[in-house]
């Protein structure tokens, strides 16, 4: 299984960009997103189920918004208003649902990952 993380690049600060991944086969009952600052841990995102439910983590309710499209195998992310301190790189991801979704162990697949650079 292969996922193809793409969308990121530079934007000024209350800038939007959405990223895409796009699955090499069926996606998974749970496709996530994290990101990773510099120096820093993997942090989760957000999260969206087969049946549609989504989770955004509190750093970015209200600003990012995950979706799917099944037929195209693919799971987006929307980020509008942006800051600074979403500056990383993003990984999505791939798993079966669990109990749990929002942590590196829930994923069995990960992607390449894709910069995301927000000036102020």
């Known amino acids: 299984v292969q996922l193809q993380a793409s969308g990121g690049g530079l934007v000024q600060a209350g800038g939007s960009l959405r990223l895409s991944c796009a699955a090499s086969?069926?996606?998974?009952?749970?496709m996530g997103w994290f990101r990773q600052a510099p120096g820093k841990e993997r942090e989760f995102v957000g999260s969206?189920?087969?049946?549609?439910?989504?989770y955004v983590a509190d750093s970015v309710k209200g600003r990012f918004t995950i979706s799917r499209d099944n037929a195209k195998n693919t799971v987006y992310l929307k980020m509008n208003s942006l800051k600074p301190e979403d500056t990383a790189v993003y990984y999505c991801?791939?798993?079966?649902?669990?109990?749990?979704?929002?942590?590196?162990?829930?994923?069995?697949?990960w992607g390449q990952g894709t910069l995301v650079t927000v000036s102020s």
């Open positions: 991801a791939a798993g079966p649902l669990r109990s749990t979704w929002d942590r590196v162990r829930d994923y069995d697949y």
């Open positions: 969206i189920r087969w049946s549609g439910s989504t």
């Open positions: 086969r069926r996606t998974f009952s749970n």
